[in-house]
């Protein structure tokens, strides 16, 4: 990960991320995006569904450290032991949306990520001590893993998947 980033790049790795991973979602037709196997047993819709869930969390996580809160990551009760388990409690809660429904809350979650990271003042970000839960770990880090960093990472995946099924 870069070690200096500027908030207008951050903004533009967002983008720019996201473009490329919309890119490969619309080479999926409708009834593929519901096609078992793309990672384990999930599907293209059960991916857009983790991407969305994991950008609510990172909203939640900084709406709550700028209100000086320290957030419970990943969730209550939870510990970064349990990754595995916690994204497969994610995908029992969202695996029976309809596609409609996770398209709709892939594109608003997105959009609310990107205007959270926007109406940050650069500092909040950039600086490594701003939240003294980070531990020195500036919170851009936070920011990238749920976002450019997540959709290159599962644009990967699917891509690899359109290009065994051809």
């Known amino acids: ?4 980033i500027s908030k207008k790049e951050m903004l533009d790795l967002i ?13 999926v037709d409708r009834e593929t995006k519901t096609h078992v196997g ?3 047993t999930w599907t293209v819709k059960d991916i857009m569904a983790h991407i969305t869930a994991w950008e609510k969390l990172m909203i939640q996580w900084l709406e709550e450290s700028l209100r000086g809160e320290t957030p419970q990551r990943p969730s209550p009760g939870e510990s970064w032991d349990d990754l595995d388990l916690f994204n497969e409690q ?3 809660e969202n695996k029976d949306k309809t596609l409609d429904d996770v398209l709709i809350e892939f594109g608003e979650i997105h959009n609310k990520g990107v205007e959270t990271v926007t109406a940050m003042e650069e500092s ?4 490594p001590g701003r939240f003294e839960w980070r531990k020195g770990d500036p919170i851009w880090h936070l920011v990238a893993g749920n ?3 997540h959709y290159e990472e599962h644009r990967e995946t699917i891509s690899n998947w359109i290009a065994s099924e051809s």
């Not at 990960?1 to 200096?4: D, F």
């Not at 983008?15 to 080479?27: R, V, Y």
């Not at 909040?124 to 600086?127: A, N």
């Open 124 to 127: 909040d970000l950039l600086v």
């Open 15 to 27: 983008n720019t991320e996201w473009e490329s991973l919309g890119a490969i979602l619309d080479q």
């Open 90 to 92: 994610l995908h029992q």
């Open 38 to 40: 793309v990672e384990t």
């Open 147 to 149: 976002t450019w960093m």
């Open 1 to 4: 990960m870069t070690l200096e």
